[in-house]
């Protein structure tokens, strides 16, 4: 469902680790899940329709899964492609809302981290 990017920053680097991580579900949260990854460099896109068409079908005949999502990388056309809740596209709003919510988070933990190196004086080499 999601192809890599060396360009794309990950969450678990030093500033933003100790932040993030007390916002984690627990372990047996995360057990719970039935996840289909679906990867490789061609047909992911219709594999996760086949996919969610067969999972749509079992729930009309036996009640479950109760929820089905989906979350594609990278999007063709808009970034709220990548994410289907119930298999419906996300809202704008919904998007929007939560988008906001998680870069404001990591903008005050980037800061943060900031204001420690510089009290702890170290200086850095390179600021992007």
Same mark, same amino acid.
Request: hydrophobic share 30%; glycine share 4%; charged share 10%.
């Given at each position: 469902?999601? /192809?890599s990017s060396r360009s794309r920053s @990950? %969450?678990?680097? $030093?500033m933003y680790h100790h932040d993030l991580k007390a $916002?984690? =579900? *627990?372990? /047996? *949260?995360l057990n719970r899940l039935k996840v289909v990854y679906v990867a490789g460099t061609k047909g992911k896109g219709s594999t996760c329709t086949f996919v969610n068409s067969i999972l749509l079908a079992h729930q009309g005949i036996h009640g479950i899964p109760h929820k089905i999502d %989906?979350? @594609? /990388? =990278?999007? %063709?056309?808009?970034v709220r492609e990548r994410i289907r809740i119930k298999s419906e596209p996300i809202a704008e709003g919904v998007f929007a809302k939560y988008f906001f919510e998680v870069w404001d988070a990591l903008e *005050?933990?980037?800061m943060r981290w900031q204001r420690s190196q510089k009290q702890a004086g170290i200086l850095p080499i390179l600021d992007l």
């Open positions: 469902m999601g /192809s @990950t %969450l678990s680097t $030093n $916002n984690q =579900p *627990e372990v /047996s *949260e %989906l979350y @594609t /990388s =990278p999007h %063709l056309i808009a *005050e933990s980037a």
